[in-house]
T-cell receptor, first 113, second 116 residues
Framework: AQSVTQPDIHITVSEGASLELRCNYS??????LFWYVQSPGQGLQLLLK??????LVQGIKGFEAEFKRSQSSFNLRKPSVHWSDAAEYFC???????????FGPGTRLSVLP | GAVVSQHPSRVICKSGTSVKIECRSL??????MFWYRQFPKKSLMLMAT???????TYEQGVEKDKFLINHASLTLSTLTVTSAHPEDSSFYIC????WGQGVEAFFGQGTRLTVV
């Protein structure tokens, strides 16, 4: 069964600083990969997704992620963080059969003014 | 993008009563809907998967008699928490997928259930 790890439970960055959130998955083939953001008390908003093709994908709100097959990683990046980016971020995978989403444990991002 | 509406966003109910949460796909046909439970500061835990017109498939450890799921149409699924107890208090999120459009699923806004 596939699994997703997000090694960082909580990250704090200063506004304007760059950000990288880590995501590693365990799956034999290339899964479908997603990053979601969740504000407190809210549902999940899709930031970006990777299905195939270019391994660097662009998302909304200035986020991007890079798929690295050799490292089984799909790290999320943003060059300059805004205070409104403070939220919980979830990495998720779906296997090639398109079954259930498997979510990582999440990384909470705090932004210092 | 596709929109999933979940209602209510917050509900408080008395212990022993039942509460129903609705999940609607507003602009697409949801062939599959998923129900998740999220504990504070935790990730999403899949409770069950439902395909339109079929019985829901529950994950191990989820009581199907307590969490009744109905997916009677391609745009509506409901989760009914029966005989609710304080330990059922949680954040419940639904998501919906149209298999004809691929594997991507779209999430509702979530429902905060508090059982007093």
């Amino acid at each position: 069964a596939q699994s997703v790890t997000q090694p960082d439970i909580h990250i704090t960055v200063s506004e304007g600083a760059s950000l990288e959130l880590r995501c590693n998955y365990s799956y034999g083939a290339t899964p479908y990969l997603f990053w979601y953001v969740q504000s407190p008390g809210q549902g999940l908003q899709l930031l970006l997704k990777y299905f195939s093709g270019d391994t660097l994908v662009q998302g909304i709100k200035g986020f991007e992620a890079e798929f690295k097959r050799s490292q089984s990683s799909f790290n999320l990046r943003k060059p300059s963080v805004h205070w409104s980016d403070a939220a919980e971020y979830f990495c998720a995978v779906v296997d090639n059969y398109g079954q259930n989403f498997v979510f990582g444990p999440g990384t909470r991002l705090s932004v210092l003014p | 993008g596709a929109v999933v509406s979940q209602h209510p966003s917050r509900v408080i109910c008395k212990s022993g009563t039942s509460v129903k949460i609705e999940c609607r796909s507003l602009d697409f046909q949801a062939t599959t809907m998923f129900w998740y439970r999220q504990f504070p500061k935790k990730s999403l835990m899949l409770m069950a998967t439902s395909n339109e017109g079929s019985k829901a498939t529950y994950e191990q450890g989820v009581e199907k008699d307590k969490f009744l799921i109905n997916h009677a149409s391609l745009t509506l699924s409901t989760l009914t928490v029966t005989s609710a107890h304080p330990e059922d208090s949680s954040f419940y999120i639904c998501s919906a997928r149209d298999w004809g459009q691929g594997v991507e699923a779209f999430f509702g806004q979530g429902t905060r259930l508090t059982v007093v």
